[in-house]
């Protein structure tokens, strides 16, 4: 991945947010950029560990990476198929441990057969007993891990992302992971691993990438990385709240104030092309299509207006100025009292049918 970014808009309230969509210009609308810039080239085999303070990206990039979220811009190449496990993701609170164990599978593209296949080794690996018929709502965050990790690793993907999934298991069901994360190693799958647990890390990454306010600190080899990320906490640890608090402030403020020329700039500096910062044109509306939007819209009031006036299209194109008279009552063909009785009549009919 090359120069990915993320900027999230921070709408107050969901109605500006649909505003927004009408709006040609978002600049009065506060923005954030979870992650400014953010280069990695990971190979298969790899397991990579993301570390870092809270809200430094570590989900954002994991999510990026699992395909759940765009990135804003930034080239993004993955070779595989990933498969994201973070605790209660992608679990339906209202269906069974069982019936969220077809859901998944079915969409990640397996058959009805080939989850009646795997469906049985899933809840033994899932060890949940009698609870895999109970509504997920129900499971501790341990118990949404252990369904989440049993679904994904039977899913057999290429690319591996536990998102502190494993952080929240007792130790038998750590282990039991931890031989799994080993095996999906030594088939030469990927694995992106994000955890607060040092201890962890160190078991399971050969390299880790080290976050920072959305920007990568450190990506190296696992010693060295968790070594220096050490000292960062330890240093963090002995300042005073307020010190901790302007520090954390003055890097969310240049995550705010951060932009396009700013990003343009880092790519310079880094003699990257910079075509990589165009990235796939998602995430936002460009302004053709708002103005393509503006003009539909133009249209469906218009073809409303001459429908709602009962004219026809070629009358209004002849004579525009009938589009704002009021067309002539029709005489009904048969008289409106007859019509009432007979009205009556029929709904009487109905109601005694009806008992
Ligand atoms: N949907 C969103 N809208 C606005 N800001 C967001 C959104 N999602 C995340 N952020 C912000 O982006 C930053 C990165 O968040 P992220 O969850 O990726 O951090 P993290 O490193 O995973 O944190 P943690 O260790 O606490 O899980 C945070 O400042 C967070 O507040």
Not at 66 to 92: C, D, H
Not at 93 to 98: A, E, H, N
Not at 282 to 288: F, P, T, Y
């Amino acid at each position: 991945m090359q120069m990915i970014t993320k900027e999230y808009d921070l709408y107050k309230k969901k109605s500006d947010k649909v505003k927004a969509l009408f709006k040609f210009s978002d600049a009065d609308i506060p923005h954030f950029w979870a992650l400014k810039g953010v280069d990695m080239e990971v190979y298969a085999g790899e397991s990579i560990g993301l570390i870092g303070i809270n809200g430094s990206g570590k989900s954002t990039l994991s999510n990026i990476l699992a395909g759940i979220i765009p990135q804003t811009t930034g080239q993004l190449e993955i070779n595989g198929e990933t498969s994201i496990i973070a605790i209660g993701a992608g679990l339906k609170g209202q269906l069974t441990g069982l019936e969220n164990i077809r859901l998944k599978c079915l969409m990640s593209g397996l058959t009805n057969a080939e989850v009646d296949d795997i469906q049985e080794d899933i809840i033994a690996f899932a060890d949940l007993g009698a609870f895999i018929d109970q509504p997920v709502k129900n499971y501790s965050s341990g118990m949404k891990s252990r369904l989440g990790f049993a679904v994904a690793v039977h899913n057999n993907p290429d690319i591996l992302i536990i998102d502190e999934a494993l952080s929240v298991g007792d130790d038998t069901f750590y282990q039991k992971c931890v031989e799994r994360i080993e095996q999906f190693k030594a088939e030469g799958k990927t694995i992106f691993f994000v955890s607060h647990s040092l201890g962890q890390i160190e078991k399971l990454c050969n390299r880790v990438l080290w976050m920072h306010y959305g920007e990568v600190k450190m990506f190296d080899e696992t010693a060295k990385v968790v070594s220096e990320y050490k000292e960062f906490t330890a240093w963090f640890r002995k300042q005073s709240a307020e010190d901790k608090k302007s520090y954390q402030q003055g890097f969310k403020d240049q995550q705010t104030a951060f932009n396009e020329e700013e990003l343009a700039k880092k790519v310079d500096e880094k003699n990257q092309d910079p075509e990589v910062i165009k990235g796939p044109p998602i995430g936002k509306m460009s302004l053709l299509t708002k103005w393509s939007l503006v003009l539909m819209l133009v249209a469906i009031v218009f073809l409303s207006a001459v429908n709602l006036n009962g004219r026809a299209l070629t009358e209004i194109i002849k004579q525009p100025g009938l589009l704002f008279e009021k067309p002539k009552p029709i005489k009904p063909a048969v008289p409106i009292k007859a019509n009432k009785t007979k009205a009556a009549e029929l709904s009487q009919h109905i109601i005694y049918e009806l008992i």
